[in-house]
């Protein structure tokens, strides 16, 4: 028979996910009390990760806090195919199975969508926030766009949050870095309130600390400051009925950017560094840095809101109504001394703004037992998202010698621009199981969108300069409008040869829509709008797998794909501005996860995937796409060492294969482009450890260790705009050890 389990069962696994921690699997996922399995809504309903005919990987709040994973970069030191950067703009990008959107551009959306309580949360300075207080985290691997909205043509990642238990309970977790200094501070509370309302308070303030040291401002940086908190109220008012009404707040506070000048060819960037009065210039990837202006140092900051409302309501015969409404916004204002140099030659301002609103209904209906089993439903998605940017390129007093010639400072001038988007979306969905015997069932869904964007955008010139005149011209108010209608959907085959063994295969087509890029173009012009617009960006991926649950609480779980793109989302940096090409891309390969139980405590566990990426034009690597990456560890659980007391932790290793940081043409050593100056980041194998003692009365103390052989990773490059013909770097942490202390009631 087909295992699902029913709202209760949900409902009182999130109730007792503090007061009786389950065993770990799958990276420390909680499972089901007296179930013995892994549960997931990645498909709109509770499910057994085992059953679900596709690849998700898997982490509990428990393991986020235990491994110290507090921001969403940090998901890839857990979780094999997923790549996280951060981009000069200190926005992330994700890159699932070697594919996923850049987004060196604001107005990009990313490929891989992110949901938080199933409302989508797709813009990057939002996935600066901390994380904290999750149930669970799954990440989707492959286009699931049927049921889980909108832009999922590479993937998703689901951020469930802690609900409310029906006991009276709480946690405090703080941790202090050992290496850096950084520190952090997280707790959550349940209060029931009453038998039928219950309340959870949960927040958390993250200091971090910064390891790349600027000596023109003697500090390290970046220096990042995270608050934020949340507030959740659920109630069963009466039988069949149950509601959730969660609001949260995050703030995000940045100081410094970690890049450093990795390239100076021409050596116009020591003579800008020389003439500022620092005639020694920190060139190299060595933690260091001579950045500075009389501005101040580099900032970002960021603060926003999200509400999430979910009615569950049983309407007879096993059938019920879920509505969820989502509202958010954001503000974010970043300064970048983009120069990276003493001196004000290169800075800009910019801001950033959203509102969205979206609502979802969907009815489904009993899956227990029945032949045919189904979700069906509506969205709807709104968002105003405002983007400006002020910079300012200018090299007083400077001699011939820094601004003639190859390699000089050659593009000065002044302007500031605007860019407002709105966007509109309807659609429809749903999703079919026919369950034709208990062990096999055909699956089927499909999503039907109408999109609508406007964008106006308008950019005005404050001193002219080479750069007003040949790049970023002025131009008055012009609006641009696009519409499209995308039909999504996937269909799946599962057979269940034994209660231990699901055998799968797949298809699935996922879409992101088109937009319009707050680029260098004037789209006042016929040609500048065809070149500000940008088209949709289509996924096709084939997946077989297969899904073994071992004696003992073990699994292995292979998935072989491969991904076909139309019109992939890319921005290249040229150096001046974002090129958006809408190449076609491929992905093929196969992951496997397993997890072999050694003892009643001890536990073997890893990750792998191997993805074969290219770009099918010319059989070149996009950038973040490794060939291997994963992880593998062994766990130690609970083993009591005397009476109330007990030891527990893993080692492993992380591991990824090399890496391009932007398109392989463009990299240093491509056959015929000697003058290439971005580098391309070797493969590496971080260890990670983590040591804890744990008490009967409630209390745990432990350390945790990452990159403990302190190994040095290029994370991205780009080539130095204006002042120069070199390349920026960023590296990853050194070495971090943290004092963790816990406890919980």
């Not at 391309?680 to 409630?698: E, F, V």
Request: glycine residues 10%; hydrophobic residues 35%; neutral net charge.
């Amino acid at each position: 028979m087909k295992k699902c389990l029913s709202l209760a069962s949900v409902v009182a696994i999130a109730a007792s996910a503090y007061a009786a921690p389950a065993m770990a699997q799958s990276d420390g996922v909680e499972e089901a009390q007296g179930a013995n399995e892994i549960v997931i809504t990645a498909r709109k309903r509770a499910e057994s990760l085992q059953d679900v005919p596709m690849s998700v990987a898997v982490i509990s709040g428990d393991r986020l806090v235990e491994q110290n994973i507090g921001q969403i970069e940090n998901l890839q030191s857990v979780t094999a195919g997923l790549i996280v950067r951060k981009t000069p703009n200190n926005l992330v990008n994700l890159t699932l199975r070697g594919l996923g959107t850049g987004t060196a551009i604001d107005a990009f959306e990313q490929s891989v969508a992110t949901f938080v309580d199933g409302t989508y949360a797709g813009r990057g300075p939002e996935f600066n926030a901390a994380l904290f207080d999750f149930q669970r985290v799954e990440i989707i691997r492959g286009a699931q766009a049927s049921l889980l909205s909108k832009n999922t043509s590479l993937g998703a990642i689901s951020l469930v949050t802690q609900k409310p238990g029906r006991d009276f309970g709480f946690n405090v977790t703080g941790t202090w870095d050992l290496e850096l200094g950084s520190r952090s501070l997280e707790a959550g509370v349940d209060l029931p309130l009453s038998d039928i309302v219950q309340v959870r308070v949960a927040g958390k303030y993250d200091d971090q600390h910064g390891y790349v040291y600027n000596s023109y401002f003697d500090k390290d940086v970046p220096r990042t400051k995270n608050a934020a908190g949340r507030i959740t109220l659920a109630a069963q008012p009466s039988d069949g009925l149950d509601l959730t009404l969660m609001y949260q707040y995050f703030q995000v506070r940045q100081k410094g950017m970690p890049w450093e000048i990795y390239s100076d060819p021409s050596g116009n960037l020591a003579a800008l560094s020389a003439f500022a009065g620092y005639p020694t210039l920190e060139i190299g990837a060595n933690y260091r840095q001579s950045e500075g202006s009389a501005q101040g140092q580099s900032y970002d900051r960021t603060s926003g809101n999200r509400i999430v409302g979910t009615i569950n309501y049983e309407i007879g015969g096993g059938h019920t109504i879920t509505s969820v409404t989502g509202y958010s916004d954001f503000d974010s204002e970043r300064w970048r001394d983009t120069d990276l140099l003493p001196g004000d030659y290169l800075n800009g301002t910019y801001l950033q703004s959203n509102k969205q609103f979206q609502q979802e209904i969907r009815l489904s209906s009993p899956a227990e037992g029945q032949f045919l089993d189904y979700v069906v439903g509506a969205s709807y998605f709104h968002e105003k998202w405002f983007f400006s940017d002020r910079v300012v390129s200018q090299c007083i007093g400077c001699p011939a010698a820094l601004t003639t010639g190859t390699g000089r400072f050659t593009l000065r001038g002044s302007w500031v621009s605007q860019d407002h988007q709105t966007t509109r979306d309807l659609a429809t969905f749903a999703q079919v199981n026919l369950n034709f015997s208990d062990t096999l069932t055909l699956s089927g869904g499909a999503r039907y969108t109408n999109s609508r964007r406007r964008a106006t955008l308008q950019r005005e010139t404050l001193v002219p300069g080479a750069a007003t005149t040949v790049i970023y011209q002025a131009f008055a108010p012009v609006t641009l409008r696009r519409k499209e209608n995308n039909v999504d959907g996937s269909v799946a085959l599962n057979w269940k040869p034994s209660s231990r063994l699901m055998l799968y295969g797949s298809y699935s087509k996922g879409t992101k829509a088109g937009g319009f890029n707050n680029s260098a173009t004037n789209p006042s012009t016929v040609a500048g709008a065809m070149q500000t617009e940008y088209g949709n960006e289509t996924a096709h991926t084939v997946e077989i797998g297969e899904k073994l649950t071992l004696p003992g609480g073990g699994f292995f779980n292979v998935a072989v794909f491969q991904t076909n793109i139309k019109g992939f989302q890319q921005a290249t940096f040229n150096g001046s501005f974002f090129n958006i090409t809408g190449e076609d891309l491929r992905a093929r390969g196969v992951e496997a996860e397993a997890a072999l139980p050694l003892g009643s405590n001890l536990r073997l566990q890893g990750q792998l995937t191997y993805a074969d990426t290219v770009r099918k034009a010319t059989g070149l690597n996009p950038p973040g796409a490794p060939k291997w990456s994963g992880n593998v560890s062994l766990n130690l659980e609970d083993q009591e060492i005397s009476n109330g007391l007990a030891l527990n932790g893993n080692v492993g290793v992380e591991f990824r294969s090399h890496i391009f940081l932007t398109n392989e043409e463009n990299t240093i050593g491509f056959p015929g482009r000697p003058n290439n100056v971005v580098p391309d980041s070797p493969g590496y194998g971080l260890i990670n450890a983590r040591l804890g003692l744990k008490a009967d009365a409630g209390w745990e103390v432990a350390l945790v260790g990452r990159n403990l052989n302190n190994k040095k990773v290029f994370e991205y490059s780009v080539p130095i705009s204006f002042v120069g013909n070199g390349s920026y770097v960023m590296l990853n942490r050194p070495r971090t050890v943290a004092l963790q202390l816990t406890f919980r009631r």
